[in-house]
């Protein structure tokens, strides 16, 4: 399934969905932090601080749109912990995943969880 750069037009989140093409032309996509609507974001623009752009392969990766605050990354990583998935976060806030394997994981948790 292609993956899709999405940035709130609320509060300019950006995080990146995975689903068909069908599914991004019928559904809306909803911000996790304030709830506003998603429009896609072309690759490689207005992503601040990205090294190398585009680095879905690459393991740690950082990950924006599953990031924080910095002030809320202790509570973020103690609900990590909490949950018993990765909880690691850089010191700007966003999300880093050791594997693919901890970000399913942490992403599967979560939901369950019901944390977004
Ligand atoms: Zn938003």
Do not use: I
Request: glycine share 10%; hydrophobic share 30%; net charge positive.
């Amino acid at each position: 399934m292609p993956e899709y750069d999405m940035k709130c037009r609320g509060c300019n989140a950006r995080r990146k969905v995975t689903m068909t093409a069908a599914e991004f032309v019928s559904s809306d996509v909803a911000c996790r932090k304030c709830g506003g609507a998603m429009v896609r974001q072309m690759p490689g623009a207005g992503a601040p601080g990205a090294p190398g752009g585009h680095s879905s392969k690459c393991w740690p990766q950082t990950d924006l749109s599953f990031g924080v605050h910095p002030s809320q990354v202790k509570e973020a990583a103690e609900t990590d912990r909490k949950l018993g998935v990765c909880a690691d976060y850089a010191h700007n806030g966003d999300k880093v995943f050791p594997s693919r394997e901890a970000k399913r994981k942490w992403y599967n948790a979560h939901r369950r969880a019901k944390t977004f």
